[in-house]
């Protein structure tokens, strides 16, 4: 995370120090796009300051407050992405395509799956049915577990349903530290576009 914070620093210290950048930015035609740079880089600073505080305060050791805790970690990460997509969008109008970062993808879905959703629309017809479960002792940022309920998991007689329960065990910190360094390349393939389309004169 803290590379995160860096990066987007030198964004920031580009844009406000190349005149070219800020006069196309400024320009009427421009309005939507200044929009998304600013409003993107608030969030990107909140976001990345709330989680790098919390890893290195931790979790609560009361469960109430743990659980809190965990959907505010995983909220901030979800708008830390969005942030970076609408702020690759306002820089090099292009679409962010995030289809080869496997931990930007993993720690979305974990999201999905902890939340206990029974959203199928993403799942062929024929795959089985599953339900999941986020108690408030799910662990740290070092092990963190929850509940899945899997039709097609049966361990041994396949007439109890206590057969179809597992407890996937997920390395959230690394996880999230996965996650950060994808986070930190495309910070900086913007910053370099930024810096060879409006250089500092």
């Given at each position: 995370?803290?590379?995160?914070?860096?990066?987007?620093?030198?964004?920031?210290?580009?844009?406000?120090?190349?005149?070219?950048?800020?006069?196309?930015?400024?320009?009427?035609?421009?309005?939507?796009?200044?929009?998304?740079?600013y409003t993107s880089m608030y969030l990107l600073?909140?976001?990345?300051?709330?989680?790098?505080?919390?890893?290195?305060?931790?979790?609560?050791?009361?469960?109430?407050e743990a659980y809190i805790e965990f959907w505010g970690v995983m909220q901030a990460i979800i708008i830390q992405q969005d942030s970076i997509c609408e702020l690759y969008w306002a820089i090099k109008t292009a679409k962010f395509d995030w289809g080869n970062l496997t931990s930007?993808?993993?720690?979305?879905?974990?999201?999905?799956?902890?939340?206990?959703?029974?959203?199928?629309?993403?799942r062929p017809k024929q795959s089985p049915l599953t339900?999941?479960?986020?108690?408030?002792?799910?662990?740290?940022?070092?092990?963190?577990?929850?509940?899945?309920?899997?039709?097609?998991?049966?361990?041994?007689?396949?007439?109890?349903i206590m057969d179809h329960i597992t407890h996937p065990e997920v390395e959230?910190?690394?996880l999230i530290d996965d996650y950060a360094m994808e986070a930190e390349d495309k910070l900086m393939e913007i910053l370099q576009y930024l810096e060879k389309q409006w250089p500092v004169t």
């Open positions: 995370m803290k590379q995160i914070a860096e990066i987007r620093q030198k964004i920031y210290n580009h844009f406000h120090s190349s005149s070219a950048c800020q006069k196309f930015f400024f320009s009427d035609p421009q309005e939507e796009k200044f929009a998304a740079y600073q909140d976001t990345t300051e709330s989680l790098m505080v919390h890893r290195q305060k931790g979790f609560s050791t009361d469960p109430f930007w993808k993993k720690i979305r879905n974990l999201r999905n799956i902890c939340a206990g959703h029974p959203a199928k629309r993403d339900r999941t479960f986020m108690g408030r002792s799910f662990g740290d940022y070092s092990s963190f577990h929850y509940e899945q309920w899997d039709k097609s998991n049966s361990l041994s007689e396949p007439n109890s959230l910190g690394k």
